[in-house]
C-alpha cells in the first residue's frame, strides 16, 4: 500500500484502540513510483499529528519513516527505537477506553449536585 | 465599480428584489439561485428561479440559514451544465463553494456568485419560535427583523434580538463576501444597499459609480468585536484540551447521527465510510474485546468518527457551524471544528476559501516541505 493512500482514520483506529504507536513507512522522498505519493503521506501526517496534538492525544506516538522495501536493516532498527521510545511513554492512555470515557465530566450535561450520605 | 441601490421609503428587501429581477431580465443570467421566505415567514428555502415575478419574497439578507447552499450549487453545477446561473450566497457559504470546486465537486463555468454581507443567522427553531411571537404580516416581519439586524451593525457584540445567534456566526471573522462576482452589503450603507460589480455590468444595469466611505470602517469595528470572540473561544478550548479525556467529555452523549457531516458542505463524500460496514465488525470481535478490558462502551466508534471527520474537513473548515446547528445533541462543533481547523490552517498557511488559485494543501506538496 502506497503511504499516500493512508486515510489517517487507519491510524487513528489503532491508536483509539489503544495501540501504543504507529509506524507508517513509505518509500524515500524521490522514490515514489507514483510520483508524489509520499509527499502527500507526509502533508497527510502532518495535519493528523498537528490534529492529535491539539485534543490531547501524544502525536509522538506517530512517527512516519522512510524505508525502502530492501532496507531490513533500516526497518529493524527503526523499529527498535520506536519500541524503546514508545516504553518510554509508557502506555496509551486508549488501552483503557472505558476508564477515558469515565473521567469525563460531562461537559454541557446539568450539574448533578452531590449530598453528603446521612 | 462601487454603487448603492437605493432603497425607497427604507424598503431595502424591495431594492433587493429589484435588482434580482434585473440580472433575469437583462439576461445577467437566466436562472438564479436565491433564499425565499415561506409564506408563514418562519423559515426559508432555497429556490432555482427562472421568472422574476417568483423573487416576491426573496432574502437573501434572512437571518436564518437551514442548508449550506454551496451543496445546492454543487449539484446544479458539478456536471458541467455551462448555464448562466447566479447564485445568492451567504460569504460562508461562498467559502465552502470554493472548497468545493477546488475538491471537484462543483464548477464555476458560467457561474455568476453573488454575495450578500452576513449580519449573523439564528437557528431556525429559535427564529421560527421569535417570527410566531411578532405581530403583523409576514413580510413586516421579515422587514422588521431585518431593520433590527442593520441597527445592531453599530453595536457589534450586542445581539440585536431577543434570541442568540449561531455559535458560529458569533465568532465568525469573514462576514463580507471574499470572492464574489456581485456584492450586495448592508455595512456601512444608510438607505440603500452597497453594490460593488464590474463595471461594465454596472452600466447594463444602469448603475451609477458612488462610494460608501463608512463602509470599511463599520466592518472593522464588527471584525475587532467578533476577533475577541473568537479568540476568547479559541483560548478557553485549548485550554481545556490536556489529554484525550478532555476531548472525549466534549463528544460523550453524541449518538452517532451522521447529521453532521450531512449538515457539512466540505464533508462531500457520496457515502461515508462510517456509514458503511468498514467498522461494524462482527458480533464476535465486541465480545473478544470486551474478554479483555472487562467493560466496553457502546457504540465503539465516537472519537474515531470526530477525529476521522477532523482530519477529512479541518484543513477546509469555512466555520458555518452546520455541524453544530444540526446537532441533535447540540455538541461543541463549532467550537472542536473552528479551533482545531484554525491550528491546522494557520500551521499550513492555508486560509479556506480565499482563492480559487491556492491549491489545497493536502492535494499539493513542495519539493521542500516545512
Known sequence: MCSGSIDPVYVLKALLDGADGVLIGGCHLGNCHYQDGNYKAMRRVEVLKNILRQVGIDEERVWLRWIDASEGGLFSETVQQMVVELQAKGPNPMRKPWQVWQETVGYRLPAVESKPKK | MEAVLKAEEGDILGALRNFLSKLLEEGVVDYLLVPVEMSHGRTLTQTLVKDPAHLDKANPFSPVMPVSSAVIVSQLTVDKSGKKLGAVLKPCEIRALIELVKLGQASMENLVIIGTDCLGTYEVEDYAKLIDE????????????????????????????????????????????????????????????????????????????????????????????????????????????????????????????????????????????????????ESERYYRWVDREGVLRMPTEILLYHLTRLNHVAVSCCGCGMCESACPRKLPLTTIFQTVGDGVQKALNYVPGRSLEEEIPLATFREVEV
Open chain 2, 134 to 281: 411578532m405581530e403583523g404580516t409576514a413580510e413586516e416581519k421579515g422587514a422588521q427583523v431585518l431593520a433590527k439586524m442593520r441597527q445592531g451593525i453599530a453595536k457589534p457584540g450586542t445581539e440585536p434580538l431577543p434570541i442568540s445567534l449561531r455559535p458560529a456566526c458569533k465568532m465568525c471573522n469573514s462576514f463580507t463576501p471574499l470572492l464574489a462576482d456581485i456584492t450586495l452589503g448592508l455595512f456601512g450603507v444608510k438607505g440603500g444597499i452597497f453594490t460593488s460589480l464590474e463595471s461594465e455590468l454596472a452600466e447594463k444595469l444602469g448603475l451609477k459609480a458612488k462610494e460608501t466611505p463608512g463602509r470599511q470602517e463599520a466592518i472593522t469595528k464588527v471584525l475587532d468585536s467578533r476577533t475577541q470572540a473568537r479568540e476568547q473561544v479559541f483560548a478557553e478550548f485549548q485550554g481545556k484540551m490536556k489529554t484525550i479525556v478532555d476531548f472525549a467529555d466534549c463528544l460523550d452523549t453524541c449518538i452517532l447521527c451522521y447529521a453532521c457531516s450531512s449538515a457539512c458542505p466540505i464533508c462531500y463524500c457520496r457515502v461515508c465510510f462510517f456509514r458503511t460496514d468498514t467498522f461494524e465488525p
